[in-house]
C-alpha cells in the first residue's frame, strides 16, 4: 500500500497531464517511507537484529563466551 497507492497517482497524473505539486510531493513522500518502515519493522520483529542495534548504540557488544575446563 505504500508503494502501490502513490505510484497509481503518479501514473494517472502523468497520463492526465495533471500537475499539483502538494500532492506529488506527498506521493513521493510515502513511497520514501517505505524503507523507514521496513527497517522499524525489521528492528521490532527480529530480535537479534534488534539486540545488535540495542548493543551498538549503547557502544557494546555482548558476546556469550564459555571457558570449557575439562
Do not use: C, W
Not at 497509481?8 to 497524473?13: H, Q, R, S
Not at 518502515?37 to 520483529?45: F, R
Amino acid at each position: 500500500m505504500m508503494i502501490v497507492l502513490p505510484i497509481i497517482y503518479l501514473a494517472v497524473a502523468i497520463s492526465q497531464d495533471i500537475y499539483n505539486q502538494a500532492a506529488t510531493n506527498i506521493a513521493l513522500a510515502a513511497v520514501s517511507m517505505h524503507g523507514v518502515l521496513s527497517t522499524i519493522t525489521m528492528l521490532l520483529v527480529h530480535k537479534p537484529y534488534r539486540m545488535e542495534t540495542l548493543a551498538v548504540f549503547r557502544m557494546k557488544r555482548y558476546h556469550n563466551t564459555r571457558i570449557n575446563t575439562s
